[in-house]
């Protein structure tokens, strides 16, 4: 029977940027995934890498930003090995806080927010008044980013066994040994969990991973370059494409493993999506669908090793994911391969959960 040096559970943007760092380390690494590579919460995202937010938790401060800072290196290397354009956007962001939120944090303030008067920024806004700030972020398009990290990982040796649902984390003499799927067995003396919202049903030891639920819609056809930029409101955010199409989004759900749209839902943000940018309105709707983030109970994203010898985790990025997965992949292969992390992700640890 076939080996491998580690086992990835889970094809997501994260497991399949792992194997890649793991394979620049000589791992023989194999994918499992229960469906289609890059088809989950990785394929449903919207994109955007906040850096700063007045959402992410401090202790995830200093990762957030490090991996926004990585962004361009990882880009350009997926593109170089899988010749897929991921759209790599860097016009920056219009930031519109909540009113109570204008002053909470160290950069958000009210006064000399923006470069350049607002209509001159983004002359397509409507009739907004309320303060706005300008923010350096990137985006990306999940979906590109998704497909270019399984042709490189493929391009890089990587296997993916696609259709395949673990059922079963095998133990060999307290150790790991390896997988069982709905299918068959695969041995390996590692084996690491990034399967998202469905991390924590599998043992050895369990962890409370949930669903949360994001609806969004696409639009397609409006005027050329509408919006110019990212523009987040409280009620909506808009997340311009290279090719024409704005993202819309998103809810935060606690629905279980429902992906269902509500078209009453898809309604109400298209309309908050046609405040801030009228010109949508000469737009179609294009698409509308949801995904599945991983959760935590303290919103915080589980990453290190189990008690189980070879056992190790990286899941529950909630929102975070996409902006999450350059440092993870980092930091995760350096732990998985016994070298000193570079970053601190103690507080991420696993075993936070166990009694």
């Known amino acids: 029977m076939k080996t491998w040096d580690v086992i990835i559970i889970g094809g997501g943007i994260i497991g399949l940027s792992l194997s890649i760092a793991l394979r620049k380390r000589g791992a023989r690494v194999l994918v499992v995934e229960r469906g289609e590579p890059s088809r989950e919460a990785s394929y449903a995202a919207a994109g955007m890498l906040v850096e700063c937010s007045l959402e992410t ?25 899988s010749g897929v354009d991921v759209d790599l956007r860097d016009a920056g962001t219009i930031l519109f806080p909540p009113p109570e939120h204008v002053h909470e944090r160290a950069g958000f303030s009210a006064e000399s927010l923006l470069p ?13 008044t309320r ?41 060999s003499d307290g150790s790991i ?20 919202a469905w991390a924590g049903n599998l043992g050895p030891q369990q962890f409370p991973t949930r669903p949360v639920k994001g609806q969004m819609l696409s639009v397609a056809g409006g005027p050329r370059n509408t919006p110019r930029h990212v523009i987040r409101s409280p009620e909506v955010y808009l997340v311009p494409r290279s090719d024409g199409r704005v993202l819309i989004g998103a809810t935060v759900e606690e629905a279980g493993f429902d992906k269902r749209t509500d ?43 189990m008690p189980t010898p070879g056992y190790f985790v990286a899941t529950g990025h909630f929102r975070d994911g996409i902006l999450l ?31």
């Open 57 to 81: 938790p401090a202790l995830l401060q200093p990762l957030a930003t490090a991996s926004a800072r990585m962004y361009p290196e990882f880009v350009h290397e997926l593109q170089d090995e």
């Open 116 to 128: 350049a008067p607002l209509a001159q920024l983004e002359p397509a806004l409507g009739d907004v």
């Open 131 to 171: 303060p706005a700030i300008f923010l350096q972020e990137r985006s990306v398009d999940p979906r590109a980013l998704g497909a270019a990290a399984v042709k490189a990982a493929k391009h890089r040796g990587v296997d993916v066994s696609s259709g395949s649902e673990v059922t079963e984390i095998l133990i």
């Open 177 to 196: 040994g390896g997988v069982r799927t709905d299918k068959t067995s695969y041995a390996a003396p590692v084996v690491v969990n990034c399967a998202g």
């Open 263 to 305: 078209p009453a839902t898809i309604e109400q943000m298209h309309r908050a999506a046609l405040h801030l940018i009228p010109a949508l309105g000469r737009a179609r709707i294009l698409e509308a669908w949801a995904g599945l983030r991983p959760g935590t109970p303290d919103n915080l994203p589980i990453l290190g090793p």
């Open 325 to 355: 997965t350059p440092v993870t992949a980092h930091v995760m292969a350096q732990v998985v391969t016994g070298a000193k992390p570079e970053y601190d992700i103690s507080a991420f640890s696993p075993v936070r959960f166990q009694a």
